[in-house]
C-alpha cells in the first residue's frame, strides 16, 4: 500500500470476523488503515512498516467495532401513540385499542395526513440518535399508509434520510402490513392491489430493496402472503418477512420457501420452521423491543436457533405502537436480559448478521481489508460492555466510509 487516507492506531479491535479462537476476533495493540473509504489493512501494530506510522491517529487503548447496523425498523411515521402505552399500563389489550381506532390504524391515518417534510424530519431526529449510537446502516419500512400515495411518499422519505445523513438506508416495502379501512373484509383484493399495482411502480422507480409481509392472524396468511412474494422474485426483489410473532401462522416456513433474507420475531416459530430457516440460510431477526412493550412471555427459541446454526441478528424495531425503542446498544442489552444471548450473539446480530439480513455481508459487518470503512469507537473496557451496561453513552466516534461523522 503506497498510502492511506486514515492510520488508526494504539487501538483493540473486536474484527466480529467469526471463527476465531476469540469470539469477538479481537486483536489487541492493533491498527487499521483506511483508504478511500475502504479499510486497507487491519492487523497487529508491529506488523505495521515503520513509516506507515507518521500521521497516525491514535485511540489511546479504545476499542473499535464495526459500525452497528439496525435491520428492522419503522423509522417514517407521523403522528404518536404514547396515550396507546400509557392505556396499555392501565390494562388495556392490544386488540381492545385497535378495535377503538388505535393501533396500526391510529398511525396509518397519521402518516397518510403528514406531508413528506413533516415525515422526513421527524424521522431524521430518530436517525441522527441512532447514528448517535453507532449505527451506520438502518433498514427502515414503509406500511404505515397502505395506498400507493403513502406508501411511496414513506419510500421516497427514507431514501431522502439516507442522502441526507450520510448513513446507509436500505428500503422495504411494507405495503403486506394491515388490511386498510378501504378494503375492510377484503384482503385478498387488498393484495392483489399491492401485487399488481403498488409493487410494479416501486420496482419500476426503484424505490425498495426487500419486500416485507405481516403473516400474523390479525394480519395475512402464509398462502396469502405466497402470491405477493412469487411477484416481488419475478421483479428482482428479494424478501423478508414479519414471522410467527403471537402464533404459529407457518411463517417461517414461507420465509424459507422463498429464501427470505430474514425471518422477524420468530416468538412461535417450532423446531421443523427452524429447520427450514436452516436449509435456506434465512437470519432470524429478533426484535426484543416489541416483546417487552407488548409484555410477551413466549420468549423466541433461541436454544433451537443455535442447535441448527441459524444466524441470529438483532434490530430495534423502531416504531410508534410496540416498540419505541431508538437504541440499538438498548436493543443488545435487552436481548441478553430477556432472551439469553451472550454479549458475543449480541455484538454480531448488530454487525455481522445484521449485515447478512440486509444482504450486505460482503460490503460491512465486520472489520476486513476490503471492506467499508464503517467504524464505532468505544469508551468501553472491552466489547461485552456494549451489553452489559444499560443507557450508557461510550460512543467517542463514528467513521462512515472513512470519514468522521460523531
Known amino acids: 500500500m503506497d498510502h492511506w487516507d486514515l492510520l488508526l492506531t494504539d487501538a483493540r479491535i473486536a474484527t466480529m470476523r467469526g471463527g476465531a479462537p476469540d469470539p469477538y476476533g479481537a486483536i489487541e495493540d492493533g491498527a487499521l488503515a ?79 395526513a403528514a406531508p413528506a417534510e413533516e415525515l422526513f424530519r421527524s424521522a431524521l ?72 399495482e403498488l409493487l410494479p411502480r416501486v420496482a419500476e422507480e426503484g424505490l425498495a430493496d426487500a419486500v416485507d409481509g405481516f403473516c400474523e392472524s390479525v394480519a395475512f396468511s402464509a ?33 424459507a420457501r422463498f429464501g427470505a433474507l430474514s425471518a422477524d420475531h420468530l416468538e412461535y416459530t417450532p423446531e421443523a420452521g427452524i429447520e427450514a430457516l436452516a436449509g435456506a440460510g434465512t437470519v432470524a431477526v429478533l426484535l426484543p423491543g416489541a416483546f417487552l412493550t407488548l409484555g410477551e412471555s413466549r420468549r423466541p427459541p433461541v436454544g433451537a436457533l443455535r442447535r441448527h446454526g441459524v444466524p441470529i441478528a438483532l434490530a430495534t424495531d423502531c416504531n410508534p405502537g410496540t416498540s419505541p425503542l431508538g437504541s440499538l446498544p438498548e436493543a443488545m442489552g435487552l436481548a441478553a436480559r430477556l432472551f439469553g444471548l451472550t454479549p458475543e450473539e449480541c455484538l454480531a446480530g448488530v454487525t455481522r448478521q445484521a449485515a447478512r439480513a440486509l444482504r450486505l455481508q460482503h460490503d460491512r459487518g465486520t472489520l476486513e481489508a476490503g471492506k467499508r470503512a464503517d467504524v464505532a469507537i468505544w469508551d468501553i473496557v472491552h466489547p461485552r460492555d456494549l451489553t452489559y451496561w444499560l443507557g450508557r453513552r461510550a460512543l467517542a466516534g463514528l467513521l462512515v466510509a472513512g470519514r468522521d461523522r460523531s
Request: proline content about 4%; aromatic content about 6%.
Open 34 to 112: 483506511i483508504r478511500d473509504g475502504k479499510i486497507a489493512w487491519v492487523g497487529p501494530e508491529a506488523d505495521l512498516p515503520s513509516h506507515w506510522a507518521e500521521g497516525a491517529r491514535s485511540l489511546e487503548g479504545r476499542w473499535i467495532t464495526p459500525a452497528l447496523i439496525d435491520c428492522h425498523t419503522h423509522l417514517v411515521f407521523g403522528g404518536d401513540r404514547g396515550g396507546e402505552f400509557e392505556a396499555r399500563l392501565g390494562g388495556a389489550s392490544y386488540e381492545e385499542l385497535a378495535a377503538a381506532g388505535g393501533g396500526i390504524m391510529a398511525t396509518v391515518r397519521a402518516t397518510r
Open 223 to 255: 398462502a396469502q402472503l405466497a402470491g405477493l412474494f412469487e411477484r416481488a422474485r419475478a421483479l428482482g426483489l428479494p424478501v423478508k418477512l414479519h414471522a410467527d410473532q403471537r402464533t404459529d401462522g407457518g411463517g417461517a416456513a414461507l420465509a
Open 125 to 196: 431526529d430518530r436517525l441522527e440518535g441512532m447514528a448517535g449510537a453507532g449505527v451506520a446502516t438502518v433498514e427502515i419500512k414503509s406500511g404505515y399508509g397502505l395506498d400507493l400515495d403513502t406508501e411511496i411518499r414513506m419510500l421516497e422519505v427514507a431514501r431522502r434520510l439516507g442522502r441526507a445523513s450520510g448513513l446507509t438506508v436500505r428500503t422495504t416495502l411494507l405495503a403486506a402490513h394491515a388490511v386498510p379501512p378501504e378494503f375492510r373484509g377484503r384482503p385478498d383484493d387488498y393484495l392483489a392491489f399491492v401485487r399488481d
